[in-house]
């Protein structure tokens, strides 16, 4: 079987033979034989996308120890990574290994503040604000988590203002290490608090009003003139 490497234009018989050996090692990873689709379509990763045959097959390895071996899912893989710039292996491993290190993170996080579940996306985004955009380190937001003991419920808004009020005072101080004992007076942390339950009141008062409004208007009777 000739392999076209391109939708329009046939290579070099020696090149031919190198993508014939790569597609004859990703069909015994595959235990099949691949259909001329999704033939043209690795064509289109390695040929188009620069992307290495190694990479493919750490992909397709990858996506098989993750129990899901359809093409269309470890193409949809292996656009995403090339979509990020990720092409070689080494960066693929590198993306894995933070990637991981990260959802460490996220669950000690909830663990101390005794949630038993993953976080929400909503939950990564401003966790990812305190390590990332604040430069805080896990010890310094489990500190800024401690903070929630004295109050009823533990929340992640409580816990950022926490950080963002350390940070503002580390500004002040001309301190630019952030992790650094920065004090925040509980007064202030107080006044926060208080600021939480008095919107959760205004919110749940919002919807009791809205609820019943609606009830309301299911229970008039209708009019016929």
Avoid at 36 to 41: F, R
Wanted: aromatic share 10%; charged share 30%.
């Amino acid at each position: 079987e000739i392999y076209t490497l391109s939708l329009h234009d046939a290579l070099p018989i020696s090149i031919v033979e190198n993508f014939r050996i790569m597609f004859d090692r990703i069909e015994k990873m595959m235990g099949r034989q691949l259909s001329s689709t999704e033939i043209l379509k690795i064509n289109e990763f390695v040929i188009d996308g620069g992307i290495p045959p190694e990479t493919v097959f750490f992909t397709i390895e990858y996506c098989k120890q993750k129990g899901k071996d359809s093409f269309p899912y470890i193409g949809s893989v292996l656009k995403s990574w090339s979509d990020r710039g990720l092409v070689t292996v080494d960066h693929i491993r590198e993306y894995l290994e933070e990637n991981d290190r990260r959802h460490v993170q996220y669950r000690r996080v909830l663990k101390a503040l005794g949630f038993n579940r993953n976080a929400t996306e909503k939950e990564q985004e401003l966790m990812d604000r305190w390590f990332d955009d604040y430069g805080y380190g896990m010890d310094k937001v489990l500190d800024a988590v401690a903070k929630t003991s004295g109050i009823a419920s533990p929340n992640f808004n409580y816990v950022n203002k926490v950080l963002e009020n350390w940070k503002k005072e580390s500004e002040k101080r001309g301190i630019d290490d952030v992790n650094r004992q920065v004090n925040v007076s509980e007064g202030q942390l107080h006044e926060y608090y208080i600021y939480l339950q008095e919107k959760a009141r205004k919110e749940a008062a919002e919807r009791t009003e809205r609820s019943e409004e609606h009830t309301s208007e299911l229970q008039s009777p209708i009019v016929i003139s």
